[in-house]
């Protein structure tokens, strides 16, 4: 007769309901987790849905989607409903058993998976950007995402219309393009922007059409990188370059950032020979300064002097509310040494994966063969599309639009801070988040968590430091209707009272 599990599961089954998690694949997640570590072991039987859910105190449909999926994997048997225990045999023994005839064999084959290359556990261990938080059924949505952007105010039916028109018209002569730098018109419409609304000197030649800003610094990394080479790094700083840095074997130094962007001289202290600089002059990714004039005519220098490249990461550059943005690091490069970076991950939307490269024109070649045999070029509707889509106005009227929502989105999240919350506020006028300073000796990751539990999505700050920083949560305000900041900011400071 099987054994019957009756209380004390709960104990090994804690569930988290703040967490983005579903509640079914957590409970799915600890039930698997406590099998393969035997404190469930075969034959022992699960209590039924009915009992368990109202133990833990989730719905029935929980417990009943949780054991549909071990049944399916085959670590439960019977049938949900009607008594389920343990399986006798776990599917993590049958995969290593077939074809394995001795145990060094299964030895053997276990270590083979471990065996990552140096750059693949590189890669693979460095922290991710966490998703953002999910709405769980029945609960607020969350708010306040940095880097987010208003992708309600896309213009959907338009865009629809034009991948329409396209594929209709004129997809058929589109099959065969084998231009290796990506479709040529879009590269002319992109170069007639950047060159007026950024300063970049270029022509559509240097531009190569990248899979967003991984795909970018990826083939950029390849190019110019050897394993062990330094590169400066801004601390705090974007994850996304320094996870592709690490995983492209560089020595990743981080170089500190201050009211003026990155610190040269910090940098020239720590590492003189560095051969790559990454940074985000415009608007600095996460703290949200500009880097001044002077800084950016000392790194240029520097980066002459030196040999080394600077990657210029321009990701949102076109919201800018007041005044004219400073020209682009490139625009005033004459030694031909920075590579700059722009994306229609901000000013679109995300899952468009579409970013540029603007090449030195000696490199150009290079970075093209490259990337022909690293194979990760963009599909070609959705370049047609975006050409299309500039050519005939569309971008810059969206750009226009989204400027004033998020202009007034921006203003009605720093009234609402300075009124509910004692704390500094650091809000540029460029961007789509700013950045709340936390008071001395507050943790921001807890800060972030309590936010999380009353709806709110505030990336700590220290999420994205290498080494001791000032504790502060991000808060974004482009995809925030109006209505929604009051309410938002005041659940965000009863949170914080609470701490
Ligand atoms: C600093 C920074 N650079 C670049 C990007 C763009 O990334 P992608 O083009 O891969 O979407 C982002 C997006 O979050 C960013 O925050």
Request: proline share 5%; charged share 20%.
């Amino acid at each position: 007769m099987a054994n019957q599990v009756k209380s004390g599961i709960t104990n090994i089954l804690e569930l988290q309901p703040q967490d983005s998690t579903p509640l079914y694949r957590q409970l799915y997640e600890r039930l698997r987790l406590a099998i393969l570590t035997e404190q469930l072991t075969a034959g022992v039987q699960l209590p039924s849905t009915r009992s368990l859910a109202s133990e833990l105190g989730v719905s029935r449909n929980t417990v009943l989607l949780a054991y549909e999926q071990l049944l399916a994997e085959g670590y439960v048997e019977g049938k949900v409903g009607s008594g389920t225990t343990v399986a006798q045999v776990l599917p993590e023994t049958l995969l290593l058993c077939a074809n394995t005839k001795s145990k060094s064999q299964l030895k053997h084959n276990q270590s083979r998976h471990q065996r990552l290359s140096q750059r693949g556990t590189a890669l693979a261990q460095t922290p991710l950007i966490p998703k953002p938080l999910q709405t769980s059924r029945g609960k607020q949505q969350r708010i306040f995402r940095a880097g987010i952007s208003g992708i309600n105010a896309f213009p959907h039916e338009l865009w629809s219309q034009l991948i329409a028109r396209r594929a209709r018209n004129s997809l058929q002569n589109l099959l065969t393009d084998r231009d290796l730098a990506g479709y040529l018109p879009l590269r002319e419409a992109i170069a007639a922007h950047i060159v007026v609304a950024r300063g970049v000197r270029c022509t559509p030649t240097q531009i190569i059409v990248v899979a967003g800003f991984q795909g970018g610094i990826d083939l950029a990394a390849r190019v110019l990188l050897d394993p062990g080479d330094a590169v400066w790094m801004e601390d705090p700083g974007y994850l996304g370059a320094r996870g592709a840095l690490l995983g492209a074997g560089a020595n990743v130094i981080p170089v500190p950032v201050d009211i003026e962007g990155l610190d040269i001289t910090a940098g020239i202290a720590k590492y003189p020979q560095a051969r790559l600089v990454y940074v985000t002059p415009s608007h600095q990714f996460p703290l949200g300064v500009t880097m001044s004039l002077a800084r950016r005519l000392t790194l240029l220098e520097w980066a002459n002097q030196n040999g080394a490249w600077v990657l210029e990461d321009d990701y949102d550059s076109e919201y800018r509310f007041v005044g004219r943005p400073l020209t682009a690091l490139q625009g005033i490069d004459s030694s031909n040494c920075v590579i700059y970076f722009g994306t229609f991950s901000k000013v679109l939307f995300p899952a468009l994966r579409l970013g540029y490269l603007v090449v030195p024109p000696d490199l150009v070649e290079a970075f093209i063969t490259a990337r022909h045999f690293i194979g990760t070029r963009v599909p070609i509707l959705e370049q047609a599309v975006l050409a299309d889509f500039m050519n005939e106005g569309h971008f810059n009227r969206h750009i226009r639009r989204m400027r004033s929502l998020y202009t007034q989105r921006r203003a009605t999240l720093v009234a609402a801070l300075e009124r509910e919350l004692d704390l500094e506020v650091y809000a540029p006028e460029t961007g789509m988040h700013l950045v709340l300073w936390l008071p001395p000796g507050m943790d921001d990751k807890l800060a972030s968590q309590q936010a999380a539990a009353v709806g709110i999505d505030a990336m700590p700050l220290s999420l994205f430091s290498m080494t001791e920083t000032r504790a502060g949560l991000l808060l974004g305000y482009a995809a925030v209707d109006v209505h929604e900041i009051h309410d938002g900011v005041h659940r965000l400071a009863t949170a914080l009272r609470a701490i």
